[in-house]
């Protein structure tokens, strides 16, 4: 029988089949959900900048300005050699009177498109067009001119330092801090008329180099030249090395190319986390939280050498690529561990990396400010410790443990622990060493100890909690090499939290030397600017709960872990108790507020799982859930914080994801509250974590119930090698608690047991 099909619905049909197609031709990809703009308005200190890079590429760049408010940007950038720093170099394109021109120019913009891997704006005021895209150590402009008949120029400037030009090249260096230079081999595909310095309304061919604080060189292009594409390549070992960078990497000057295989780099990087549900803006700002803590560490190795400001050479890498630029105060909550998980080689690299630093460095202490210039030793504690156990105890094998516990035992042990400080330990470090914690002024008392800082003060609450710690994961690393007295010994060392422990308030309080509790102290507002001659940055309500080792000991100090909850609550319920003028003048750090409790700063990032440990953890995914919904979001004031390149923004990572390494050093995890119906993790050899949601929908935020691999779990946690094995961890959803799941004691998450004596 002959088949019937009306016109008009075989038109619907083939109109439905042809909308099913486009749709899955446009189907987002993992970098397509990235917007770089998250952040950077600043609620009160530092935004987040729109880094246009590849992931952990020691090129990045983005717009010179000071956020997003900003009416102008100055010039355009070439690289960015410090999170956070200003770009080296800048390249200014210009039409007009050279008498107008100078080092760099500051331009109206408008029109501006920012993708990981791609720029464009147009300097609106010109009438110019730019496009950029970034390869790992070089990286390609397109300049489009819209004036007919007037010659378009390029500037090029130097900070510090010095350029020269030859026909269509410019090379040149710039210094920066500790005897470091950064080179550029910069070339364009059109050859300039003229070129040289500036001198007046003119341009003084005579002089083809020049040197000094903001040098700069400008070349002449013909009045009919609509376009100029400029490439060019960063090297930190030499000129010659920054051209090679080059040639490897842009062959021509296909810019559309260059910025697909960069899109191509970050799918394939970002889509090792794969996510679906509804929640699109969710992706977004998942997806744009994962590309933040890419963006350090940087290799610096270069066709297997690399320069290093620890002592000022040029190294062989031995095939083993060298990082740099991290602020380990912070990354090693969360930002770490997420790289063991996925990115298990970049990790051991970079452990390879600390230890090469130390191996430089006259002292051989392990760095904790490790940035290109040399380790800058800023903030408080020798926190690199807790990289090397983490990742040992989570299976890394790639470094030499033995070699690590020398230079954190040295670091620890030999290097002062006053902040931010490299000297060698003083009169405090000794009154630590025998006392167990580190003294506080009493307040009016002429500071005298010559190892502590004039402006960052002594932070002895957070020296204190830091280094015990620190003190904890050391005797793990002995623990690990068969040192039994070494680990019993800063074992024990690690408890001396206690003796900062108020039992009265039940909050940790500054003691002066004569071991009395500083008084009279509000935990709220004693201490200074940043509290600093008290606890650090944050107040001592955040400072209550810094005891990452052993929590389980905490809840006990407390009174139990009713009280702990009750005092956690407290915490989110207590207000500023200032205006917030007032409140921020002094505490500039302490932002993204609940209450006394900040988000915006890192040392918070864990208090929202502690009520795991107290046997209610529907409170922690409530809370997790809801300081997700209050200050990430995808907006320009959507970070609420300093975003330090994935410190903050991998707590996201992990909470999006429905899980959190609160204790690094113990290879497990507690579970919060999953923000997608799925999320599969790729760990290499063909194996994947999944943990899928029944029941899913964005409101549905409580735990129901759970099963592992197929068996039920009645536990707020799970250990690392439950992950790394893969399998699938399966969580029914709900919209209202579910309070007895996992909270019986033997649910509880573990924490540091004392080794038997």
């Known amino acids: 029988m002959k088949k019937y099909t009306h016109p008009v619905l075989s038109a619907i049909f083939t109109l439905i089949a042809c909308i099913s197609f486009v749709h899955a031709q446009t189907k987002k990809q993992p970098v397509d959900y990235v917007n770089p703009y998250i952040g950077n308005i600043s609620h009160l200190l530092v935004p987040t900048y729109p880094t246009v890079h590849l992931p952990n590429s020691l090129l990045r760049v983005y717009p010179e300005r000071d956020n997003f408010t900003s009416n102008t940007i100055q010039g355009l950038p070439v690289v960015v050699t410090s999170h956070r720093g200003s770009s080296a170099f800048n390249l200014s394109p210009f039409q007009g009177d050279l008498k107008k021109a100078g080092h760099v120019i500051s331009y109206g913009y408008d029109n501006e498109v920012i993708k990981p891997y791609y720029y464009q704006v147009d300097l609106d005021d010109h009438g110019i067009n730019v496009q ?30 010095e350029l020269k030009v030859n026909q269509n090249v410019v090379s040149g260096f710039q210094k920066l801090d500790n005897n470091t230079r950064v080179y550029l081999y910069f070339e364009t595909d059109l050859k300039p008329v003229e070129s040289g310095t500036h001198s007046g309304d003119n341009l003084n061919s005579s002089q083809q180099s020049t040197s000094g604080r903001d040098a700069y060189l400008i070349l002449k292009f013909p009045a009919q030249t609509r376009q100029i594409k400029a490439r060019y390549g960063i090297s930190f070992i030499s000129v010659e090395q920054a051209k090679q960078n080059l040639r490897r990497e842009i062959k021509d000057y296909n810019l559309d190319q260059v910025a697909q295989t960069g899109r191509n780099i970050w799918n394939a990087t970002l889509g090792k986390i794969q996510v679906t549900g509804t929640d699109e803006t969710a992706k977004t700002i998942f997806y744009t939280s994962l590309y933040r803590t890419y963006e350090r560490m940087i290799s610096l190795s270069e066709d297997g050498k690399y320069f290093s400001a620890f002592d000022g050479k040029v190294h062989n890498d031995n095939g083993v690529p060298f990082f740099t630029d991290d602020w380990i105060w912070d990354t090693y909550r969360a930002t770490h561990p997420l790289r063991v998980i996925i990115e298990p080689k970049m990790e051991g690299d970079m452990i390879n990396s600390y230890l090469r630093m130390a191996q430089q460095m006259n002292d051989h202490w392990m760095p904790t400010f490790p940035e290109v210039t040399g380790d800058s030793r800023r903030m408080n504690s020798n926190h690199g410790v807790a990289t090397i156990i983490d990742a040992y105890n989570k299976g890394l ?54 190892e502590v800082h004039g402006f960052e003060k002594r932070q002895p609450i957070a020296v204190t909690l830091g280094t015990v710690y620190d003190e904890w994961c050391l005797g793990n690393i002995a623990q690990q090499l068969g040192k039994t007295e070494e680990a019993k010994h800063f074992l024990d060392k690690s408890t001396s939290y206690h003796t900062v422990f ?137 970070i609420p914080g300093d975003e330090d390149g994935g410190g903050l923004t991998s707590f996201v990572v992990f909470s999006q994801m429905g899980f959190y390494p609160i204790t690094p050093g113990l290879p497990m995890y507690v579970i919060g509250s999953p923000t997608f119906a799925n999320v599969k993790l790729d760990l290499g050899n063909n194996k994947k974590f999944e943990l899928n949601c029944i029941n899913y929908s964005p409101e549905n935020k409580y735990i129901q119930s759970a099963k592992l691999n197929g068996m039920v779990w009645n536990k707020s946690w799970f250990t690392h090698d439950d992950l790394m094995k893969g399998g699938k961890l399966e969580l029914v959803m709900g919209k209202h608690p579910n309070k007895l799941w996992a909270a019986d004691e033997s649910s509880l998450p573990p924490s540091f047991k004392m080794p038997a004596k």
């Open 397 to 450: 094998r790639s470094f030499n443990l033995e070699e690590a516990y020398q230079y954190c035992k040295a670091a620890i042990t030999e290097k002062t622990l006053a902040p931010w400080s490299s000297k060698k330990a003083g009169v405090l470090d000794q009154f630590f060493k025998d006392k167990g914690y580190f003294p506080a002024l009493p307040e009016g008392e002429k500071e005298t100890a010559a």
């Open 502 to 638: 108020n039992p009265e308030t039940r909050f940790f309080h500054p003691k002066d030397a004569e071991g009395r509790f500083i008084k009279p102290l509000d935990y709220r507002f004693s201490g200074g600017l940043g509290a600093r001659e008290t606890y650090d940055e944050n107040n001592g309500w955040l400072y209550r709960w810094d005891v990452l080792h052993n929590i389980g000991d905490l809840v006990n100090m407390m009174g139990g872990k009713q009280t702990f909850v009750d005092e956690l609550e407290k915490m989110y319920n207590t207000p500023l108790g200032k205006s917030r003028f007032d409140f921020y003048s002094q505490l500039p750090d302490h932002t993204g507020n609940v209450g006394q409790f900040s988000m915006g700063n890192e040392p918070a990032m864990h208090i929202p799982y502690l009520y795991n440990y107290a046997g209610q953890p529907w409170r922690t995914q409530k809370r997790v859930r809801s300081l997700l919904t209050q200050w990430f979001r995808n907006d320009l004031m959507g």
């Open 132 to 161: 950029f895209a970034p390869s790992h150590q070089s990286g390609i402009y397109a300049l489009h001119f819209s004036q007919t008949n007037v010659p378009p120029y390029l500037i090029l400037n130097t900070k510090n330092g």
